[in-house]
């Protein structure tokens, strides 16, 4: 299974981008959210964290291996639980992400139907199965903030997901892992991995006390 692929961009269509890996040229499936982020690096070396699936009628044997890309194991992680819903799947789901994961985990998290049926191919019904079934795993997809420039992206996005669920495995509750993550996010601080961020934060938290 391909788990992560790099190679130049060379092309980019609404719902899949070519990659030259050498001299093969891979299609792969991506979601809006992702495409808009690849934009500015047509023609450049990117890397894409993938999951593989097998796309057809199992009856009739024309079962064709799909490539999914995206940024961010998170983004990954995200979309594989939001293929899980009932009624979802991955074609639904590739076209339902039109906007960046940490707006549509925090709309799972705080019940809101109605912006999640704004989604493309996504009804009221759908909505509810996706709070339903995805409500309580979303505090760390939550935390991912927009990113719209890849050019300006830092790795925080991964670093405070992985420091959230670093805090859970500590001993502290959702709510107190959110907090000390949002604090940490809303200090501005340039954080650059794992280690340093709960440095940060248990500075900070030791300063107020």
């Not at 799909?66 to 590739?94: H, M, N, P, T, Y």
Request: with cysteine.
């Amino acid at each position: 299974m391909i788990r992560r692929i790099s190679g130049v961009l060379e092309r980019i269509e609404p719902a899949a981008i070519e990659l030259a890996v050498g001299d093969v040229v891979h299609e792969i499936l991506v979601p809006d959210m992702v495409r808009r982020q690849l934009q500015p690096k047509l023609g450049s070396k990117v890397s894409l964290f993938t999951l593989e699936y097998l796309e057809g009628n199992p009856t009739r044997g024309n079962l064709v291996p799909r490539l999914v890309g995206f940024l961010s194991e998170v983004e990954r992680e995200f979309f594989e639980l939001f293929c899980e819903v009932d009624g979802v799947g991955v074609r639904k789901a590739l076209r339902a992400m039109i906007r960046p994961v940490g707006e549509v985990a925090t709309a799972i998290e705080e019940q809101d139907a109605a912006g999640l049926s704004k989604l493309p191919g996504v009804g009221a019904a759908t909505a509810e199965r996706i709070i339903a079934k995805l409500r309580r795993k979303m505090p760390k997809f939550a935390l991912l903030v927009a990113r719209e420039a890849p050019a300006d992206r830092p790795e925080g996005a991964d670093v405070l997901a992985e420091t959230f669920e670093v805090l859970r495995s500590l001993g502290h509750s959702d709510t107190d892992a959110r907090r000390l993550v949002d604090g940490l996010r809303e200090g501005r601080r340039k954080i650059g991995d794992v280690q340093a961020a709960l440095e940060a934060i248990y500075r900070q938290t030791h300063g107020q006390g």
